[in-house]
């Protein structure tokens, strides 16, 4: 027979006999097998996590993903090596959204490709949903929750919302620790801050527990002072002190966690210093004890990342100046934004439609895409910065 020939006949047959029956067949180029899960099935709760999978490889191997979007919320690591026993290590996000998430990824060793499942459970729904024409939200905050609520009421009207009430505690500055005190000790310390008609009216002298327990909240948040939102020691035993006393006054209510933005590369904030005048080492500690002392906590049922919002803000035509003076929000650009991470938050509603903006503020068709940009990618992404794609004017 001619040698051609019967190169291209074995060619053949090679290409028709599987390259991967079972274990015993190790000795086989481009074996992939299972071991743990066998099925390739990896589960997540909807907490951040970290689970494994172990395999063994005949061949050189690596990890890609089939659908483009899971490395938004799934990271796989190592991304590839040599032959033999290996565990990847898989972590995931947490899942803020309402809907399950999936993402395959494939083995691939020489002409072979395993493929393997991760999914993530959604994320609770508030106990005791409001109703669609309804929410009730109480902020235990400060300026940074003045901030970034003063333009909620009307994108919530905009999405749909018949009925609104928004409320601020407010004290300048004021830590956990601080609030943990008030309202243990009844305090009448705050300003209470509420809009229920489309315009913010102050109460002064109140206490955190008559506000809390003085309506059926839908939700309520609690934040760290600016100047110790990275520093993890400062938010224990505080938020046990603080929820327990919630519980008892509002049954109902679900928690949900503001995270914070870091202060402007230039920022004059006194406690800047603390993250050695750094923004990214600063947002950087922030979304670390947001992790550690927040997603572990079943307590809270979400977490609002204005923190990643504001950060991916400043990396498209804003760029860092979206302060008033170093720490604060700007009015035009850092508010809208952190209220539109908080209506997508606490609604999960489509930015799309949404019109809305200060009447006292002109935004280009840019400006706008870019706030809602940083919004959409801090909900995908809440604790990563996504560099934004939208260009200038």
Same mark, same amino acid.
């Given at each position: 027979?001619?040698?051609?020939?019967?190169?291209? #006949?074995?060619?053949?047959?090679?290409?028709?006999?599987?390259?991967?029956?079972?274990?015993?067949?190790?000795?086989?180029?481009?074996?992939?097998?299972?071991? &743990?899960?066998?099925?390739?099935?990896?589960?997540?709760?909807?907490?951040?996590?970290?689970?494994?999978?172990?395999?063994?490889?005949?061949?050189?191997?690596?990890?890609?993903?089939?659908?483009?979007?899971?490395?938004?919320?799934?990271?796989?690591? +190592?991304?590839?090596?040599?032959?033999?026993?290996?565990?990847?290590?898989?972590?995931?996000?947490?899942?803020?959204?309402?809907?399950?998430?999936?993402?395959?990824?494939?083995?691939?060793?020489?002409?072979?490709?395993?493929?393997?499942?991760?999914?993530?459970?959604?994320?609770?729904?508030?106990?005791?949903?409001?109703? +669609?024409?309804?929410?009730?939200?109480?902020?235990?905050?400060?300026?940074?929750?003045?901030?970034?609520?003063?333009?909620?009421?009307?994108?919530?009207?905009?999405?749909?919302?018949?009925?609104?009430? #928004?409320?601020?505690?407010?004290?300048?500055?004021?830590?956990?620790?601080?609030?943990?005190?008030?309202?243990?000790?009844?305090?009448?310390?705050?300003?209470?801050?509420?809009?229920?008609?489309?315009?913010?009216?102050?109460?002064?002298?109140?206490?955190?527990?008559?506000?809390?327990?003085?309506?059926?909240?839908?939700?309520?948040?609690?934040?760290?002072?600016?100047?110790?939102?990275?520093?993890?020691?400062?938010?224990?035993?505080?938020?046990?002190?603080?929820?327990?006393?919630?519980?008892?006054?509002?049954?109902?209510?679900?928690?949900?966690?503001?995270?914070?933005?870091?202060?402007?590369?230039?920022?004059?904030?006194?406690?800047?210093?603390?993250?050695?005048?750094?923004?990214?080492?600063?947002?950087?500690?922030?979304?670390?004890?947001?992790?550690?002392?927040?997603?572990?906590?079943?307590?809270?049922?979400?977490?609002?990342?204005?923190?990643?919002?504001?950060?991916?803000?400043?990396?498209?035509?804003?760029?860092?100046?979206?302060?008033?003076?170093?720490?604060?929000?700007?009015?035009?650009?850092?508010?809208?934004?952190?209220?539109?991470?908080?209506?997508?938050? #606490?609604?999960?509603?489509?930015?799309?439609?949404?019109?809305?903006?200060?009447?006292?503020?002109?935004?280009?068709?840019?400006?706008?895409?870019?706030?809602?940009?940083?919004? &959409?990618?801090?909900?995908?992404?809440?604790?990563?910065?996504? +560099?934004?794609?939208?260009?200038?004017?």
């Amino acid at each position: 027979m001619d040698r051609k020939i019967l190169i291209a #006949l074995l060619s053949i047959i090679c290409v028709l006999i599987p390259s991967c029956v079972k274990p015993a067949d190790a000795e086989v180029a481009g074996c992939v097998v299972l071991t &743990d899960p066998v099925d390739g099935h990896v589960c997540f709760d909807t907490l951040a996590s970290v689970r494994t999978l172990s395999f063994t490889a005949s061949a050189d191997w690596k990890v890609k993903p089939v659908n483009s979007s899971a490395g938004e919320w799934c990271i796989v690591t +190592p991304e590839g090596g040599a032959p033999g026993e290996h565990t990847l290590e898989i972590s995931v996000s947490q899942n803020l959204s309402y809907q399950k998430r999936s993402a395959a990824f494939n083995i691939i060793s020489g002409d072979v490709q395993q493929k393997f499942l991760v999914t993530q459970e959604a994320a609770k729904k508030p106990a005791g949903p409001p109703a +669609p024409e309804s929410i009730r939200i109480l902020a235990i905050g400060n300026s940074f929750s003045d901030d970034s609520m003063w333009y909620l009421y009307d994108l919530l009207m905009q999405a749909g919302y018949d009925h609104v009430k #928004l409320a601020n505690l407010y004290i300048g500055s004021c830590t956990l620790q601080n609030h943990a005190y008030n309202i243990s000790s009844g305090a009448r310390v705050y300003t209470y801050r509420v809009n229920d008609a489309g315009k913010w009216i102050d109460h002064e002298s109140f206490s955190s527990a008559d506000a809390v327990a003085s309506d059926s909240w839908d939700v309520i948040t609690l934040q760290q002072a600016s100047g110790c939102s990275g520093m993890q020691d400062t938010y224990q035993p505080h938020i046990d002190t603080i929820v327990s006393k919630v519980r008892e006054l509002c049954p109902g209510a679900a928690l949900a966690w503001h995270m914070t933005w870091a202060y402007q590369e230039d920022s004059t904030h006194p406690e800047f210093y603390k993250y050695g005048h750094d923004q990214m080492a600063m947002y950087d500690s922030i979304v670390s004890a947001v992790k550690e002392n927040i997603l572990t906590d079943e307590d809270f049922v979400m977490v609002i990342p204005t923190g990643t919002a504001i950060q991916n803000l400043r990396t498209g035509i804003y760029g860092d100046t979206v302060t008033r003076d170093g720490f604060h929000l700007a009015y035009d650009s850092g508010r809208l934004a952190a209220a539109m991470m908080w209506l997508k938050s #606490l609604t999960g509603c489509d930015l799309g439609p949404i019109i809305w903006t200060p009447s006292v503020y002109a935004y280009t068709p840019v400006q706008i895409a870019s706030i809602k940009e940083a919004v &959409d990618n801090a909900y995908k992404n809440p604790f990563h910065v996504t +560099p934004s794609e939208i260009k200038g004017e």
